[in-house]
């Protein structure tokens, strides 16, 4: 965080990975009961980060550790535009990097990433699935003098994982591409609730962004809200990319206004820099003002309240969604 530009107030649009990754890599939250990758529309036409730069000579390819086929990553990656997909059965590393659980341990999938990165003509766009910030968060021998004392198991997985990815960045530095690669870090979803604050609707999807340049290297924070479905045209705008593509989000450099969505439970969740609503399908049955953390005090029926445009925006979110799903065009004819 003191070497980019970082968004404290970022908002995952779902509750599970096999929700986040569509958001992550095609700008695709997941507004219904379904996830998209197990729903009927599995197979309309999206795009992704990999496919939108695939015509400008970029390789993709997604790496996770975890048994191949798992949460269909690997149809939905292909379905995206990947022309790469490493899984567990592609890992060449010794049988004893395997946690026992989920998969290859982080550090060392980081590192078979790096190597077969190494492999690829440039320019390239990879994209990394962690695993071991799971329960039971086995961490590996070797490591385990790198956690600190005193650390609940989840606390110890995660300190595993931002270890994992202190070893993978100094691996980075030492290859050719390092200096010309603009690096994101977020997280598929928040991670178990432990205070008042997470257990609530808000917090609950409460999560980290950062955004590294090496070349650019500075702290910046951003206020403003953010979510997954941000990070593609984020990125191609530091790009230049003058494309047309489809997103459910916006540039987090331009000069707009922040905002994220998320569903659950048959209620859509609007949260803005200055309000947070809940909207059942046919009214707006709950109004925060942004400063109300725990969501304490519903202004819904307030006569001093008048609420904003944010469920006009809301409602055209979801009529877009529903209908390029419907009519598989998502993407623009």
Not at 146 to 166: C, V
Not at 219 to 231: C, F, K, M, N, V
Request: charged share 15%.
């Amino acid at each position: 965080m003191k070497v980019s530009d970082s968004w404290p107030n970022c908002f995952a649009n779902a509750k599970r990975s096999i929700e986040g990754i569509p958001a992550v890599l095609s700008s695709m939250p997941s507004l219904m009961d379904q996830s998209f990758i197990n729903s009927a529309y599995n197979v309309s036409n999206i795009n992704s980060l990999a496919s939108i730069l695939q015509p400008y000579g970029y390789t993709s390819a997604f790496f996770h550790g975890g048994n191949n086929g798992t949460m269909g990553f690997d149809n939905f990656t292909k379905l995206a535009g990947y022309s790469n997909y490493f899984g567990k059965k592609e890992y060449d590393g010794p049988s004893e990097d395997y946690d026992g659980h989920w998969g290859i341990f982080d550090d060392r999938f980081f590192s078979f990433m790096v190597r077969k990165i190494n492999g690829f003509t440039p320019p390239f766009h990879s994209a990394f699935f962690s695993i071991s910030s799971h329960h039971p968060y086995t961490i590996p021998s070797d490591y385990k003098s790198k956690i600190p004392n005193g650390l609940t198991p989840a606390q110890q997985g995660m300190a595993y994982a931002d270890a994992s990815l202190q070893t993978f960045f100094e691996l980075a530095k030492k290859q050719k591409w390092y200096e010309n690669t603009l690096f994101i870090i977020t997280s598929d979803h928040s991670g178990s609730a432990t205070i008042p604050y997470t257990y609530n609707r808000l917090g609950a999807y409460h999560i980290p962004l950062l955004f590294f340049d090496p070349q650019n290297a500075h702290s910046t924070i951003h206020s403003e809200i953010a979510q997954q479905t941000d990070i593609l045209p984020s990125a191609l705008d530091l790009l230049n990319f003058s494309g047309k593509y489809t997103a459910f989000g916006r540039d987090l450099f331009a000069s707009n206004r922040g905002w994220s969505i998320n569903y659950s439970n048959q209620t859509w969740e609007f949260i803005t820099d200055s309000s947070i609503l809940l909207f059942d399908g046919l009214n707006t049955t709950h109004y925060y003002l942004r400063s109300d953390s725990l969501l304490v005090n519903n202004l819904i029926n307030s006569n001093n309240v008048k609420i904003d445009t944010s469920s006009v925006f809301l409602r055209s979110i979801l009529q877009q969604y529903h209908y390029g799903l419907i009519h598989n065009q998502i993407l623009q004819p």
